[in-house]
């Protein structure tokens, strides 16, 4: 730098000019350099509309071919449905998180050993529950009572006589006590569904809910003690949609199998295997009796007992099943049956 006065040379360091003994004058300071903007990377869009539209396998909603689950029902929908050469369907995957929608509400699956649905319920959508599948809440969801028809013979059945119901704006989540798979069933206007009784979860308040008598029982003499058994329990639920689209969330023990009967088609599955059936199946009791010379397999033949279903209509099994009760001992009496000796 140059002094002002003389034009000396002078260090930049220096205050005074070593020629003339003239303060160094210097000029303003330029402005720092202003920072530079952080740079994020903002998050990674929805998958833009393809244009084109699959069905899903599961509950036949046609969704953008870009999407990779269904928001109905949460089935994955790149992958092909895994089938059996005796034409059973395995429940279809669902990542874990998946995102349903019903109204202006969501509900994510979360987990796969022991699922949790997540709600996101909002202001004008309501859902009602079994009390005991109610994981947490936010404390100002507000919880209320439903009252069931034919509270009587409810309550001789060990069903439940009432069912919880919850009106959003809020969050609130369900789980089943135990491993295992959790259905979403979509119903669309005027489709009904049975259900096998202790195996519901949770419905959206536009899901009619019934409940009938199997009329499948049987009873077992020891003496002069007789005992009449359920096989499939003395009710079954049965819930549909009269006006509007619903979501029904079941819980199920093991792996979830599917299969479409054509009409007159029958199968025979354990009773306690069995999960939801179209009202359109039918169903009654079928012995098998080995053939023997012995009296005594009399008896011991009514073990072999089975559910026959025929269609036409959807059946569905779990791979887990109790041991139904009854089925070893002296039969006595029961309801229409088949029978087959071999």
Not at 97 to 118: H, R, T, W
Not at 197 to 215: I, K, P, R, S
């Amino acid at each position: 730098m140059f002094c002002t006065n003389c034009g000396a040379g002078v260090q930049d360091s220096a205050n005074f000019c070593r020629a003339c003994g003239s303060a160094i004058k210097r000029g303003a300071a330029p402005p720092p350099d202003p920072p530079k903007p952080i740079v994020t990377h903002a998050p990674e869009p929805a998958p833009a509309p393809s244009g084109k539209q699959v069905k899903c396998t599961w509950c036949d909603e046609i969704v953008d071919a870009a999407q990779t689950s269904c928001p109905r029902c949460g089935a994955m929908l790149n992958n092909k449905p895994i089938s059996t050469q005796s034409g059973w369907l395995q429940l279809p995957g669902r990542k874990d998180m998946a995102k349903l929608q019903f109204g202006d509400s969501f509900c994510q699956i979360e987990g796969n050993y022991v699922p949790v649905a997540d709600m996101n319920l909002a202001a004008p959508d309501s859902i009602y529950f079994t009390h005991h599948v109610l994981l947490w809440k936010d404390p100002h969801v507000d919880i209320t009572t439903m009252s069931l028809s034919g509270a009587w013979k409810r309550m001789f059945a060990g069903l439940p006589l009432i069912m919880t119901q919850a009106q959003g704006p809020g969050r609130l989540a369900f789980s089943r006590d135990a491993p295992g798979e959790m259905i979403a069933l979509p119903l669309q206007p005027g489709q009904e569904v049975d259900v096998r009784e202790h195996l519901f979860m949770v419905a959206t308040g536009n899901v009619a809910y019934d409940w009938f008598q199997t009329n499948i029982w049987f009873t077992t003499q020891s003496g002069d003690d007789k005992e009449t058994h359920y096989p499939v329990g003395m009710f079954m639920d049965r819930f549909s949609a009269p006006r509007a689209p619903g979501l029904l969330l079941l819980h199920a023990s093991g792996n979830v199998f599917v299969r479409e009967l054509a009409p007159g088609q029958a199968i025979l599955v354990k009773p306690t295997a069995l999960i939801f059936k179209d009202p359109s199946v039918q169903m009654q009791l079928h012995f098998e009796r080995p053939r023997t010379g012995f009296s005594l397999w009399g008896s011991w033949a009514n073990r072999y007992l089975w559910l026959r279903l025929w269609g036409p209509g959807r059946v569905a099994v779990q791979s887990v099943f109790e041991k139904l009760e009854g089925e070893s001992r002296n039969i006595y009496n029961c309801s229409s049956a088949t029978e087959r000796q071999w």
